[in-house]
């Protein structure tokens, strides 16, 4: 068998220089979520089949990879299908974890939980940029919280933290599950159809409104409902207030409370946010997962060219565990995404000190080397990042290779004489 240097394809090895960032990222997210009340958690990357295949996690669930049955438990010539085979996989995302977490530890949990969740999940996916088969993901969530105070404060934490990133003139794009599906019922299609008229409704961004007009025709829709429908959006482009246009529009078919609900949230958002993003109202943001309930929300950046992030409520995925709804809200942002951004702008790490190598000539006395391993002590204590290595033959190509890893000062320690060199 020949053995292969290269990863598994769609995964990657982390060189040095994208480590440094990824570690400082996680630490802005750590300390930022931290200012908002959110406490870390961490679940295994592998779950339970059954689990995973709960009908939660939308096209994911058939990006599984899936793990055999072990031992006396896999039993080959016996198997009949696939249930015989597979007890457990990897994790496709965070969410489907927390709430077999939350389900298993609620009565250890304060209410509301604010959980903070980062890990690797995997995806059976077609790799592309930005897009690997294994991956971080980054999620925080509210468990417990009924009202509309979970996705103020989701959308303050995660915009603070890509504002101190950085982050400048992004979007995030805001939309509501039972505004979609009053939209639906207005124009006169079956409950049983929305589903398949979201799917059509999410492709508006490529396609346009004529796009997805003859898609719904062509799905075999009624013409008059798909009229309604589309006249909805076209007539909202006009509008000098689109949700306010909407909402009079859909006033007879909206559940009670949504309008208020939804419109307190923007108006609290904008009422404290900074300069640097935009709130959006997006009646064709529909988010893929099949377990929102009400309000999604997704960050855009015109940088990436396409979605960030993104979340939004499932109040009823908690009682698919227990029996027992629980409101639960959540936002996820797009860790490797933004890691990609910051590595294609030249980011460099703020406030980490000078790097300097200390390079040794061979046969340094143990007096020396111990007043030299003394000073570079101090120097960490200091904040600065020292490096302490021989010195090589080929001085000059080793300088040129630490010189490539950020080093910007060298000393050179010799056996007779010490020598500075910038």
């Known amino acids: 068998m020949t053995l292969s240097k290269k990863p598994v394809t769609g995964m990657k090895d982390i060189l040095p220089e994208e480590m440094e960032i990824r570690d400082y990222v996680i630490g802005v997210i750590k300390e930022t979520y931290g200012n908002f009340g959110f406490t870390s958690i961490e679940t295994p990357c592998v779950e339970n089949i059954a689990n995973l295949n709960c009908k939660a996690g939308g096209e994911n669930e058939k990006l599984i990879f899936k793990i055999l049955k072990r031992g006396e438990k896999l039993r080959l010539e016996e198997a009949k299908g696939?249930?015989?085979?597979?007890?457990?996989?990897?994790?496709?995302?965070?969410?489907?974890?927390?709430v077999r977490y939350y389900s298993n530890h609620a009565n250890e949990l304060p209410t509301p939980f604010k959980a903070l969740q980062m890990g690797n999940v995997w995806r059976a996916d077609r790799p592309q940029r930005g897009r690997y088969r294994q991956f971080m993901q980054c999620d925080i969530d509210i468990l417990g919280e009924a009202s509309n105070l979970a996705e103020i404060e989701l959308i303050l934490a995660t915009t603070t933290t890509l504002g101190r990133l950085g982050f400048r003139n992004?979007?995030?794009?805001?939309?509501?599950?039972?505004?979609?599906?009053?939209?639906?019922?207005?124009?006169?299609?079956?409950?049983e159809d929305y589903d398949q008229v979201f799917i059509l409704l999410d492709k508006m961004d490529k396609i346009g409104v004529e796009g997805v007009e003859a898609e719904l025709l062509e799905a075999g829709y009624p013409k008059d409902c798909v009229s309604k429908y589309m006249g909805l959006f076209r007539e909202m482009e006009t509008a000098d207030n689109a949700i306010d246009f909407l909402m009079e529009k859909l006033a007879d078919?909206?559940?009670?409370?949504v309008q208020e609900s939804f419109q307190e949230i923007i108006q609290s958002v904008e009422a404290t946010k900074g300069d640097f993003f935009e709130?959006?109202?997006?009646?064709?943001?529909?988010?893929?997962?099949?377990?929102?309930?009400?309000?999604i929300f997704e960050i855009a950046m015109p940088e990436f060219g396409g979605s960030c992030g993104g979340g939004g409520r499932y109040d009823k995925m908690v009682g698919k565990f227990t029996g027992n709804d629980v409101p639960a809200c959540g936002f996820s942002i797009g860790f490797e995404r933004i890691i990609l951004l910051l590595l294609e702008n030249g980011f460099q790490v703020p406030g980490k000190g000078r790097k300097v190598a200390y390079l040794l000539e061979k046969g340094l006395p143990s007096e020396k080397l111990c007043?030299?391993?003394?000073?570079?002590?101090?120097?960490?204590?200091?904040?600065?990042?020292?490096?302490?290595?021989?010195?090589?033959?080929?001085?000059?190509f080793q300088k040129e290779q630490l010189t490539a890893q950020g080093y910007e000062e060298f000393k050179e320690f010799y056996r007779e004489q010490l020598k500075l060199e910038k």
Not at 82 to 98: C, M
Not at 377 to 386: L, V
Not at 389 to 396: A, C, G, V
């Open 279 to 295: 709130l959006v109202f997006d009646p064709t943001l529909v988010r893929g997962m099949s377990y929102y309930t009400g309000t």
């Open 253 to 257: 078919v909206l559940p009670a409370g």
């Open 170 to 191: 992004f979007q995030i794009r805001i939309n509501d599950r039972q505004i979609l599906k009053a939209m639906a019922a207005y124009s006169g299609f079956a409950q």
């Open 82 to 98: 696939e249930e015989d085979l597979v007890d457990g996989g990897l994790r496709y995302d965070l969410t489907v974890p927390l």
């Open 371 to 396: 007043a030299v391993m003394k000073e570079a002590q101090e120097e960490r204590a200091g904040g600065n990042q020292i490096l302490v290595t021989r010195m090589n033959k080929n001085k000059k």
